[in-house]
Each structure stands twice: as C-alpha cells, then as structure tokens.
Nanobody, 115 residues
Framework: QVQLVESGGGLVQPGGSLRLSCAAS????????MGWYRQAPGKERELVAT???????NYADSVKGRFTISRDDAKNTVYLQMNSLKPEDTAVYYC?????????WGKGTLVAVSS
C-alpha cells in the first residue's frame, strides 16, 4: 500500500531553517506529483508547495521566496527546505500525493517556530 513518512520537523527560532523529508513507498514515485500541506492549530489544512513529475513547482504566496520543494526520484523522497521561518509557519506539515481521485497523506511532522 501507499505509505508517506515525513521527518525533519522540530523547534526552531524565528529566522531559522529546517528541511523536511517525505519518503514514499507503494507508488511509482517518479511519475507522481508530490505536495506539502500544513495545518496550524485551529485552522484548515492548506497547500504549501507542489512539484510535478517533471519538476515544475508551485508555492503558496505566504512561502514564496522562503521555501523550496524538491524531489529525488532515486530515493523516492520529496523535500521541503524552509528558510527564514516565521512564527506563523508553525503547523503540522503533511506530505501528499494522489492517484486518480484518491489522495494519500502521511501522518505529519510538527514544525514549531518560537523564540
């Protein structure tokens, strides 16, 4: 079955950086678009960034210029490099992919930005 496992979250000070990883299995990774979403306390889940199988990327306006999504098809892994982190970036970050109408989610990794 499809499994997405996120890692790399943690506590960081404002202005700091983190790199999230999502290891995928159970899919032909190289042909799948991948995405990162986040959900802050009391808020709905929102799109952060996506990357197509060809490497085209898309970002939420709130993270443009600070976050970079990338993928390593040899490792079946998608990354989210997060720089210049702000307290409002605090959320659980989820990895996502889809096959037809079915979406798959990881369990999430917590990113907390605080001094």
């Amino acid at each position: 079955q499809v499994q997405l496992v996120e890692s790399g979250g943690g506590l960081v000070q404002p202005g700091g950086s983190l790199r999230l990883s999502c290891a995928a299995s159970g899919i032909m990774f190289s042909v799948h678009a991948m995405g990162w979403y986040r959900q802050a306390p009391g808020k709905e889940r929102e799109l952060v960034a996506t990357i197509t199988s060809l490497g085209s990327t898309n970002y939420a306006d709130s993270v443009k210029g600070r976050f970079t999504i990338s993928r390593d098809d040899a490792k079946n892994t998608v990354y989210l490099q997060m720089n210049s982190l702000k307290p409002e970036d605090t959320a659980v970050y989820y990895c996502n992919t889809f096959r037809g109408e079915i979406h798959y989610w990881g369990k999430g990794t917590l990113v907390a930005v605080s001094s």
